[in-house]
């Protein structure tokens, strides 16, 4: 297993999470809700207590069908969330306040 191997949760992951129906490990469990499709699973392996042993666990849990390995296909980049631009104010062109902009659209 190629440890810079970035992985997601399958529909079957995901279920699993909600249900707790497999009766998966502690350790399995806690890779499986760290597996988010960005860090590597040497980042993830770091991070969890297995350590190292932590590449074996995401060995089992992609062949229990839990996560699957990331391909170029499904790479996505995340979208950038940028604050909308309101339209100019009518009100403030005549040097209304704002709230006074409402009360005359209500006339």
């Known amino acids: 297993m ?8 399958t529909e079957k992951g995901r279920e699993e999470i909600r249900s707790r ?17 960005e860090k590597p699973i040497a980042k993830l392996a770091r991070l969890h207590p297995a350590g190292a042993g932590a590449l074996d666990l995401m060995a089992e849990l992609e062949a229990f069908g839990f996560v ?27 040097g209304l306040p704002e709230t006074q902009k409402y009360v005359m659209s209500l006339r």
């Not at 190629?2 to 949760?9: D, Q």
């Not at 129906?21 to 806690?30: N, V």
């Open 2 to 9: 190629n440890p810079e191997t970035i992985y997601v949760k």
């Open 68 to 94: 699957e390995p990331l391909t170029a296909g499904m790479a996505q980049p995340k979208p950038v969330r940028r604050p909308t631009m309101a339209a100019p104010s009518t009100a403030s062109a005549f």
């Open 21 to 37: 129906a497999a009766g998966l490990s502690q350790a399995l469990r806690i890779l499986l809700i760290a597996t988010d499709g």
